[in-house]
């Protein structure tokens, strides 16, 4: 052989590996079809409940009555107010529904492009396709349990990706009490943040209490009919299981049963894993806790699920040895 078969060819930097070709692909194909779909953040609905909070927080603001002190939940409608304020904004000029997708895609490529084991996975892509299913509000919130996992447990363990997965999470109070417990357990991971991290999590903790209270008042002193059960009772009754067997949704109702039994079957796998694994159970066990006041919970650890039953998954420990580059074909 010559010495240039025996050297090996130089990378040409221009060239797009396989995977960013298909990433480019699914980018535009869910665009396209979340367009075609006229799939938005903003309904524009009075019985979507997301939407009477922000407007109800835009009329506020507009009008100057907006009072946190008086009422403590203001504070967090106004957070989450913020965080959809583009897509609030882009439905308040009537613009077209790619506009929402196009917002929406920076935070779709936060997911997509996971590392596991220094590679990327096909499997990550599903996250172009979950908000033809989900409405965006629910995207946002699977983003955000998607980044603390890969913080956790990927080979991409930026700081930056803890904060948004915290920001997000507080679209869901129940998603938001998943995050803190995930947050507090691995707290030893976050040694250079930990200032930042616990000012976040005073915040969150802040919402959550002012959320919960919120909801214990409401349905302690709904209405009669309003509810079958009272008080605390009534508040549990909110959740997703719940609501579609006292509505009749049937095929929701089987839905979300069926995705009760697939993470209880899942935590089994986990725990059966051994000791090892038990940070890995607790992560996942938020989901349960979450899912005692509203459904998001599950569904909100839809990606987590996807990876490690994909075996998309690094412990912290094995993290920390070097690992050879190799680049996704």
């Known amino acids: 052989m010559s010495a240039t078969e025996l050297t090996p060819a130089k990378r040409t930097p221009w060239v797009i590996p396989h995977f960013h070709l298909v990433l480019a692909l699914s980018a535009i194909i869910f665009l396209v079809l979340a367009h075609v779909t006229d799939r938005r953040m903003i309904t524009g609905l009075d019985s979507d ?158 919402s959550l209490i002012a959320s919960i209270a919120q909801k214990i008042t409401f349905f302690t002193n709904a209405p009669k009919g309003a509810s079958k059960s009272s008080g605390i009772l009534s508040a549990l009754e909110r959740n997703t299981i719940f609501m579609s067997y006292n509505t009749d949704d049937t095929k929701r109702f089987v839905a979300y049963c069926l995705i009760l039994a697939a993470v209880t079957w899942f935590l089994i796998v986990i725990y059966r894993m051994g000791q090892q694994y038990r940070a890995l159970l607790y992560f996942f066990l938020t989901a349960a806790a979450s899912f005692v006041f509203e ?12 990876w490690v039953l994909s075996g998309n998954l690094v412990m912290p420990k094995s993290n920390q040895s070097k690992l050879l580059p190799q680049d996704a074909g």
Not at 300 to 305: S, T, V
């Open 295 to 306: 459904g998001l919970g599950p569904i909100a650890f839809l990606m987590p699920i996807a």
């Open 49 to 206: 409940g997301f939407f009477a909070q922000i407007r109800d927080m835009a009329f506020a603001l507009e009008t100057n009555t907006f009072d946190p002190i008086a009422e403590p939940l203001y504070a967090v409608h106004l957070v989450r107010f913020l965080i959809v304020y583009p897509w609030f904004m882009a439905w308040l000029n009537g613009m077209p529904a790619l506009i929402d997708g196009l917002i929406l895609l920076p935070l779709l490529l936060t997911v997509a492009l996971a590392r596991f084991n220094n590679r990327y996975t096909i499997l990550s892509l599903l996250i172009f396709l979950l908000p033809l299913a989900f409405s965006y509000r629910t995207i946002l919130v699977i983003v955000g349990m998607a980044n603390l996992y890969i913080v956790l447990y990927s080979d991409k363990r930026e700081p930056w990706r803890i904060y948004l997965s915290g920001l997000l999470a507080f679209l869901s109070s129940g998603v938001t009490l998943a995050w803190l417990i995930v947050v507090l357990i691995n707290a030893k991971q976050f040694k250079k943040q930990q200032i930042a991290l616990y000012s976040a999590v005073t915040i969150l903790f802040a």
